[in-house]
């Protein structure tokens, strides 16, 4: 292939992205939102609430991963999160074949160059990561893992906490938290 043709692929998919994240092609700005709050009935209080505390809470939190991700999705950055929960998936791995597979396969997704889901990290990580893939343990992709998760809390984090998908879940959140107490 030539070497523009990756690059044009990317692009392309950039712009697809875009066109289906247009209100007027039916998809409205605001419905990442209710996706998120949909399952927020599931969420305890208490829970939503502690999200703002520390990114670490979040990450604990299956909803709170869940409705990150959906963030994610409007900043068409999700390959972050999905990168780092494979790397923590990656980890369980006990199978010497499966993790060399495993780790080839995250590898081609996430961290090689114009890779179809490629994560922000530096060409140094990048390297490195290549060469921990010849003797393939579970530790291999720690590095990449730690600059994606720093990339995430610095930035993304604090972005999803101001979002008034988040915004409305926390209030929601407090009330209800109110509320019981008044009735208590």
Known sequence: LPPSLPSRAKDLKTRLGILL????????????SKLQLGS?????SR????????????????SGVNAFHTFLKTEFSEENLDFWLACEDF???RSKTKLASKANRIFEEFVQSEAPREVNIDHETREITRKNLSGA??????????????LMEKDSYPRFLKSASY????????????SKRSHT
Do not use: I, Y
């Open 21 to 32: 994240h247009k209100p007027e092609l039916g998809h409205k700005t605001g419905s990442s």
């Open 40 to 44: 927020r009935r599931r969420d305890s």
């Open 47 to 62: 829970e939503v609430l502690e999200w703002r505390e520390s990114f670490d809470q979040l990450l604990k939190s299956k």
């Open 91 to 93: 980890k369980k791995t």
């Open 137 to 150: 343990t579970s530790a291999c992709f720690n590095e990449a893992q730690a600059k994606t998760r720093t």
């Open 167 to 178: 915004q409305d879940m926390s209030r929601q959140a407090a009330s209800r938290g109110s």
